[in-house]
């Protein structure tokens, strides 16, 4: 069983979503679905997969105007949540202490958060992958209070139609998992997010330490979302 995880982004309708869930209805998979979809979807879901919201506020109430509370997101029914995505990490100022803070509040209202890690270009070029993922695991994800999961994305891969080799797959994941035992969370699933479609669906989720996949614009149309659910049992 692996675990599929769309993240919409600031695309959709609610239309859009039923239509999505009435397709994926009619498909027979072992596998968990989650759809991360924008705020205003959240309590229209209903259908086979689980719904998820893609960011929440590090507070719990107050003045904090245009953020959303993770008692809020309860309250609509999400399940889960994304934490620090590369684009809140770049355009919202993220920073692994604010993604500590998110998942926390996630799961003290019983959302599962997918907390997201990765390098940049710049990062990558500098040889620092390792260290940058090291301490955005460590840093990022609570060493207690539930269950969460983990997704790697390479910065520097999203959105560039760029997959990394196998082997760097394998050696982030494997790191990741590593990292997650000594923290006490052996077994939280780790979940990879870059370019991922129906092609390469397969193969990517083949690799060791791979527990599934966090799917970008291909999760948006059951003909591209659906293949990279029915790629792996």
């Not at 990490?89 to 019983?110: C, I, P």
Request: with cysteine; net charge negative.
């Amino acid at each position: 069983m692996k675990i599929i995880a769309g993240n919409w982004k600031m695309n959709g309708s609610r239309s859009g979503l039923a239509a999505m869930q009435k397709s994926l209805g009619e498909i027979d998979t072992e596998n968990r679905v989650v759809l991360c979809v924008p705020f205003t979807m959240i309590d229209g879901a209903g259908g086979p997969a689980a719904i998820g919201a893609q960011d929440v506020s590090c507070h719990d109430h107050g003045a904090f105007t245009g953020e959303v509370s993770a008692s809020m997101l309860a309250d609509a029914g999400a399940k889960y949540v994304i934490v620090g995505h590369s684009e809140c990490r770049m355009y919202h100022g993220d920073t692994n202490e604010t993604v500590h803070a998110k998942a926390e509040m996630a799961l003290s209202v019983g959302i599962t958060p997918i907390i997201c890690v990765g390098e940049t270009m710049q990062e990558r070029d500098a040889g620092k992958t390792l260290e940058i993922i090291e301490s955005g695991v460590r840093e990022s994800a609570p060493n207690d209070g539930g269950d969460v999961i983990v997704a790697y994305e390479p910065r520097w891969a999203i959105g560039a139609g760029i997959t990394p080799t196998e082997e760097d797959i394998a050696d982030a994941h494997k790191l990741i998992a590593d990292i997650l035992d000594s923290m006490g969370r052996g077994g939280t699933p780790i979940l990879y997010g870059a370019s991922v479609k129906g092609a390469n669906a397969a193969q990517i989720m083949s690799i060791p330490h791979v527990d599934g996949v966090l799917v970008g614009g291909a999760s948006l149309k059951p003909d591209d979302f659906i293949p990279i659910i029915m790629a792996t049992k």
